[in-house]
């Protein structure tokens, strides 16, 4: 199972255990003296210079915080949910544009399943981890929406640990199976519908055996899927893009 979650790049756990220590324990410094220094820097450059640059650092120790949470899950020694760093950042990244855009406005986010739903994520039993669309759904409320992709059958890509490649990881194409029974897409393969959209906040107060289940590139996620997205758009086959390079 987890050889399909989604990985980050490896180069971080191939670092010495006391250069690993001093990266850390470097950009904690950096933010806590960042931000002691808020007046300082922000009258020297503006203010929205200084929130960017604030972000981003951020960033940096969530990153950083994410690799050593990612080595820790896949060595079975990783604190519960401990992954939720990065969907806590990719939220707060969200929610910072949307405090800088006009009122009203609204965003197209476009990202992992997993990574949008709004129930938690769970592998074979433990909480993996919160994910970035519950968080945002708490902040934001029915102004959150989240639009679940999937399709019945065709050729999907899976992720391939591998550390010497410039990301951690390769993609491999994968021919998808027939749907689970129990899965949204069998729901889907049963209706015929074939290009298709379910309303799932409809479902909410009307299903009894809904799916407890969605695909995660070739495998799948357990989660009641009626709760984790507002709705659920499946195509009849799904298609691998050719010309991508990572």
Known sequence: ???????????????????????????????????????????????????????????????DYTFRAMAGLFAGDGLTADTSARDAYMARSVRWHLERLDPGARVVLVAHNAHIQTTPISFDGPL??????????????????????????????????????????TLDDMELEAPEPGSVE?????????????????????ASDSPDRIRLQGTYVRTPVVDAFDAVLSTPASTVTKDLRI
């Open 128 to 169: 993996t981890g919160l994910p970035m669309g519950q968080q945002l759904q708490r902040a934001l409320g029915d102004g959150y929406f989240a639009l679940g992709l999937t399709s019945v059958i065709g050729v999907t890509v899976d992720m391939r640990r591998d550390e010497k490649a410039p990301f951690g990881f």
């Open 1 to 63: 199972m987890m050889a399909s979650v989604d990985i980050p790049a490896a180069g971080g756990s191939l670092l010495p255990a006391a250069e690993q220590d001093a990266l850390t324990a470097t950009l904690a410094r950096l933010l806590v003296r960042f931000r002691a220094l808020e007046p300082l820097y922000a009258n020297q450059g503006d203010r929205h210079e200084y929130d960017l640059a604030l972000h981003r650092l951020e960033g940096a120790c969530h990153g």
């Open 186 to 206: 069998a729901a889907f393969a049963d209706a015929g519908s074939g290009l298709g959209i379910a309303d799932l906040r409809r479902a909410r107060t009307e």
